[in-house]
């Protein structure tokens, strides 16, 4: 199978031609490592190859309706036994797991062949994916700037054509940013329609959600097919689909009420093509015959800011100290991000973080008032262009004023939450508008809509009410029909092929 076959093919139209032994699954594994060796290096999208694993796999009899599609997992809470999961951290890179994950199981009865895992930034905490472990994931539309994060890896490879699909998950926006950075299809399930276990019963409450990376919405809609349904040692027990989210695309999603808004729930500033892209969209699903209203729920950003920030810093607080115990490396093996961040998180009172967690509920109530009048609501994906690589970093003055921080401790740790606030801030001034889905648990959806005028793509957002995934589908299904993406491809030169 040579190359441009194989890259034009989605997930499901591979999975078909070895169905029907049009080609077979070894030609097709070929073509993904072949592929994986042409772009890699300039991507750094592959952090741990499992090629071998791979080999093996591919020559084996495989069932399942992905059976000898090439796959990688994203190396954050995708679990492979036998072999680390880094979560982009130094300490984790040689931890070996005993155990598959859940999701990583169900994957696997699918049929797919898992050929690597994907870059991360460390333990998934920033939009994009700079690892100091493993250095930058680069974007293949632009080598100069970023996919996104946190499944930036997973991103990167899918729209290279690497795999057809990835392995993602979601507890801030971590599928749905990189999706819109690279052209893709980002579905983030609602809480707890896909397992985290065994080895995690729910991550941040529930924000945190397992998902894929496509270019199709037809694979985005096999791939949750496969992966969806409750596990009998988990917190979360949703009904089943009304029928199979493949059977939802094609299917007409009906007249839909669509309020819109590109305005920063954080009040900053918002580029001029990321609003473009959200009326064109609007304008889109008005011919359509959907009604489309500028509306937003009513819910103050910055004060979901500071409640997500706590949660944040306690989990990071709680991970640091658990990574240490188990590994017994010491505090340098921490991006200075996480110590910070860690620090801050073990003065913050229980009692302030029960408080600030039952917050939660004031945003899932907002939320449910504004779907009482609209079936969905629409944003930019995220607030501009993907940002060039390094961005996003911080200044060197304000770096050694965190390392003098964290070296006084003491009193001066009390000011830190203000530095590291003002810094979250700062790098969510792109990334303003996914948190409201995770915090509330709702399902949400970024589709590649637009490009921009340099031709990046530039996605945008819908929100739904709970157990509307097949709805999601069913949108976006028409969308892409209306206005097709997959054919689009990053201009990587001959020469990296």
């Known amino acids: 199978m040579d190359d441009a076959a194989y890259v034009e093919q989605d997930a499901l139209g591979l999975a078909a031609l070895i169905a029907a032994g049009e080609v077979s699954q070894v030609e097709v594994l070929d073509a993904a490592l072949a592929r994986a060796e042409a772009v890699n290096p300039q991507l750094n999208a592959i952090i741990l190859p499992m090629y071998e694993q791979a080999k093996a796999r591919a020559a084996e009899p495989l069932s399942g309706p992905l059976a000898g599609v090439p796959f990688l997992l994203k190396d954050l809470l995708q679990d ?19 155990q598959h994950s859940e999701v990583v199981r ?80 980002g579905l983030k399930p609602g809480r707890g329609r896909v397992p985290l276990g065994p080895e995690w019963a729910e991550v941040m409450h529930g924000a945190v959600v397992h998902g894929v990376l496509t270019r199709t919405v037809r694979d985005t809609a096999a791939f949750l097919d496969v992966a969806a349904g409750p596990e009998p040692a988990g917190p ?9 989210y493949a059977d939802e695309v094609g299917r007409e999603p009906g007249r839909l009420r669509i309020g819109f808004s590109a305005r920063s729930p954080l009040g900053t500033p918002v580029h001029h093509e990321a609003v473009a892209a959200v009326r064109s969209a609007a304008e889109l699903l008005e011919s359509l015959g959907h009604d489309v209203t500028e509306a937003e729920p009513v819910v103050d950003g910055r004060r979901l800011l500071d409640d997500f920030l706590t949660l944040y810093s306690v989990t990071s607080a709680a991970l640091v100290r658990e990574v240490r115990q188990r590994t017994g490396c010491g505090a340098d093996a921490f991006e200075l991000d996480t110590r910070l961040l860690a620090a801050i998180g073990r003065r913050i009172p229980a009692a302030e973080y029960v408080v600030r967690q039952n917050r939660w509920h004031d945003y899932t109530r907002a939320l449910s008032a504004f779907h009482a009048d609209h079936d969905l609501l629409l944003t930019p994906t995220i607030a501009g262009p993907p940002v060039p690589i390094g961005a996003l970093e911080p200044p060197q003055w304000l ?18 939450s203000g530095f590291v606030r003002r810094e979250v801030l700062r790098n969510l001034t792109a990334t303003p508008f996914t948190q409201l889905a995770n915090l509330t648990g709702r399902p949400a959806l970024s589709v590649p809509l637009h490009w ?36 689009r491809r990053p201009p990587l030169t001959p020469a990296s092929r």
């Not at 979360?236 to 199979?244: D, K």
Request: positive net charge; charged residues 20%.
């Open 106 to 185: 169900r994957w696997l009865d699918a049929g797919v062949v898992i050929m690597g895992k994907t870059n991360v930034p460390e333990f998934g905490g920033k939009a994009v994916t700079e690892p100091d472990e493993f250095g930058p994931t680069r974007n293949p539309w632009d080598l100069r700037r970023t996919p996104g994060g946190s499944s930036g890896g997973s991103a990167a490879a899918v729209a290279a054509g690497i795999v057809p699909a990835a392995g993602a998950n979601d507890g801030a926006g971590s599928i749905r940013t990189p999706a819109a950075c690279c052209g893709l299809v």
């Open 399 to 416: 770096r050694r004023a965190e390392q003098a921080i964290l070296r006084t401790r003491g009193q001066r740790l009390a000011t830190a």
């Open 80 to 98: 492979y036994a036998g072999l680390p999961t880094s979560a982009g951290n130094r300490a984790l890179r040689t931890e070996v797991v005993a």
């Open 452 to 487: 921009t005028a340099s031709g990046l793509p530039l996605g945008v957002q819908f929100v739904a009410p709970p157990n509307a995934e097949g709805l999601l589908v069913r949108l976006a299904s028409q969308l892409e029909q209306a206005r097709p993406w997959a054919h």
């Open 236 to 244: 979360f027990w949703l009904g089943a689909p009304e029928r199979s």
